[in-house]
């Protein structure tokens, strides 16, 4: 069974940077879909940013310009740059992978910003 293996989460001081990846286990075949979301406590999960097999992205107003999402499809792998973080981005980020068929959702990865 395919799993989603998150990393970077992590600690950082307001205006700081963290990169996370999530990458697939195995084979995951026709993705049309690759995103972040994230849980803060008490707020609604949220699309943070996505991207799709033909390579649109989009994002959540609150990091635009601030934040990048990219992929590489041949690994099945996406990746979220996040530059000038704020306490207000707190919060357990989730990756998704989806396909034709199926969806797939990483454990979580928590992300703190001190201000």
């Known amino acids: 069974q395919v799993q989603l293996v998150e990393s970077g989460g992590g600690l950082v001081q307001a205006g700081g940077s963290l990169r996370l990846s999530c990458a697939a286990s195995g084979s995951i075949f026709s993705v049309n879909f690759m995103g972040w979301y994230r849980q803060v406590p008490g707020k609604q999960f949220e699309l943070v940013a996505g991207?799709?097999?033909?390579?649109?992205?989009n994002y959540a107003d609150s990091v635009e310009g601030r934040f990048t999402i990219s992929r590489d499809g041949a690994k099945n792998t996406v990746f979220l740059q996040m530059n000038s973080l704020k306490p207000e981005d707190t919060a357990v980020y989730y990756c998704?992978?989806?396909?034709?068929?199926?969806?797939?959702w990483g454990q979580g990865t928590q992300v703190t910003v001190s201000s």
């Open positions: 998704k992978i989806a396909s034709t068929s199926s969806a797939y």
């Open positions: 991207i799709t097999s033909g390579g649109n992205t």
